[in-house]
């Protein structure tokens, strides 16, 4: 497997800006993103809740046809 280190920059929304040319042409490729949390960002639970819930990549759950368990399904966790 081929490693490709990209630096970049967020914009002032977050957003990702990436300007580089892999090299490769229609092939799935995986993007792999670590944060430097050495600068004591505040990338804390809230926060990464908050970006989820607004992400795009979970709006299937918003289909009814995923709501397929209820509060009475399951047992209680005891500790």
């Given at each position: 497997?081929?490693?490709?280190?990209?630096?970049s920059k967020t914009d002032k929304d977050g957003r990702v800006l990436i300007d580089h040319d892999t090299g490769f042409?229609?092939?799935?490729?995986?993007?792999?993103?670590?944060?430097?949390?050495?600068?004591?960002?505040?990338?804390?639970?809230?926060?990464?809740?908050?970006?989820?819930?607004?992400?795009?990549?979970?709006?299937?759950?918003?289909?009814?046809?995923?709501?397929?368990?209820?509060?009475?399904?399951?047992?209680?966790?005891?500790?």
């Amino acid at each position: 497997m081929k490693a490709i280190e990209l630096h970049s920059k967020t914009d002032k929304d977050g957003r990702v800006l990436i300007d580089h040319d892999t090299g490769f042409e229609n092939k799935k490729i995986r993007v792999l993103i670590l944060v430097d949390e050495s600068d004591n960002s505040e990338l804390n639970d809230k926060n990464w809740l908050e970006d989820v819930v607004k992400s795009p990549s979970f709006d299937f759950l918003k289909d009814e046809d995923q709501d397929i368990y209820t509060l009475n399904d399951g047992e209680p966790i005891e500790d």
